[in-house]
């Protein structure tokens, strides 16, 4: 099943305050590594991901060049995993 834009927004949303812990509207690489390996304890994956892995990500997904990961970034992931 597909979800619609405002299903994936609100999940966005929701992850993405639980894990912007300082609360700067961006997700910096110790956040998104908290974040992927809460979400593989969940899936039971029985593996972590490692800082470098974390920066990779980063790096890839980061279209603004800042380090972070900002909200629409993050709504563009869940687009395409979900």
Do not use: C, W
């Not at 892995?53 to 997904?61: D, L």
Request: no cysteine; glycine share 4%.
């Amino acid at each position: 099943m597909g979800y619609s834009d405002q299903e994936l927004r609100a999940a966005v949303d929701a992850v993405f305050n639980k894990y912007d812990t300082d609360g700067s509207q961006s997700l910096d690489a110790a956040e998104v590594f908290n974040l992927i390996n809460d979400a593989l304890a969940h899936m039971k994956a029985n593996r972590k991901v490692t800082q470098a892995e974390v920066q990779q990500f980063v790096t890839a997904v980061d279209k603004s060049g800042d380090g972070k990961i900002q909200k629409p970034e993050l709504f563009e992931i869940f687009k395409k995993v979900l």
